[in-house]
């Protein structure tokens, strides 16, 4: 879901409508951190870079979500695979929702390698966090290389 007349970055990875109740409106934002990068160097504790990046999202889509009478959701997973308690609450929420039935109705291209919709939804949200942990270290990797060749 993207809004018109928003610059890019400030717009929301998606929406959920009627959640987690009839009416209410989330901006939901998917986010892969690691306590190595600069900005979540401060712990090393378990769950405080995905932390810090919640309260980071929160910030930054606080008023749009207010605007729409909704709240913001940060979905975060650390690298070492550790996920927020936003991330439990839409996939919890989501797998609650979703129809056996319908599931199973789906397309075999869909189904093919889950048996339910959980295990459906959590590989999607697997490839997900591994795309995102190969665009950081490919990040990484570019920054290391350029800084390499700026020495020479």
Same mark, same amino acid.
């Given at each position: ?12 990875? #998606?929406? *959920? $409508?009627?959640?987690? +109740?009839?009416?209410?409106?989330? *901006?939901? +934002?998917? @986010?892969?951190? @690691?306590? *190595? ?5 401060? !712990? ?18 606080? !008023? =749009? ?7 913001? =959701?940060? =979905?975060?997973? +650390?690298? &070492?695979?550790?996920? !927020? ?6 996939? !919890?929420?989501?797998?609650? =929702?979703?129809? $056996?039935?319908? #599931?199973? /109705?789906?397309?075999? /291209? ?5 048996? &339910? ?13 591994? &795309?995102?942990?190969?665009?950081? +270290? ?15």
């Amino acid at each position: 879901h993207h809004t018109t007349n928003v610059p890019e970055d400030r717009v929301p990875d #998606f929406t *959920l $409508r009627n959640f987690p +109740e009839d009416g209410a409106t989330a *901006l939901c +934002e998917y @986010s892969v951190v @690691s306590h *190595l990068q600069q900005r979540f160097v401060h !712990s090393t504790t378990a769950g405080a870079a995905a932390r810090t990046r919640d309260n980071q999202k929160i910030a930054k889509y606080r !008023s =749009m979500a207010r605007g729409l009478g909704g709240w913001v =959701m940060p =979905m975060t997973q +650390e690298a &070492s695979g550790r996920a !927020s308690q936003g991330m439990h609450t839409v996939l !919890s929420h989501v797998i609650r =929702m979703h129809d $056996r039935r319908d #599931f199973a /109705s789906t397309a075999p /291209s869909r189904t093919w390698a889950a048996k &339910s919709f959980q295990q459906y939804l959590y590989q999607r949200v697997a490839i997900a966090f591994w &795309s995102g942990v190969a665009a950081m +270290e490919n990040t990484r990797t570019r920054l290391n290389n350029a800084a390499a060749t700026r020495a020479y």
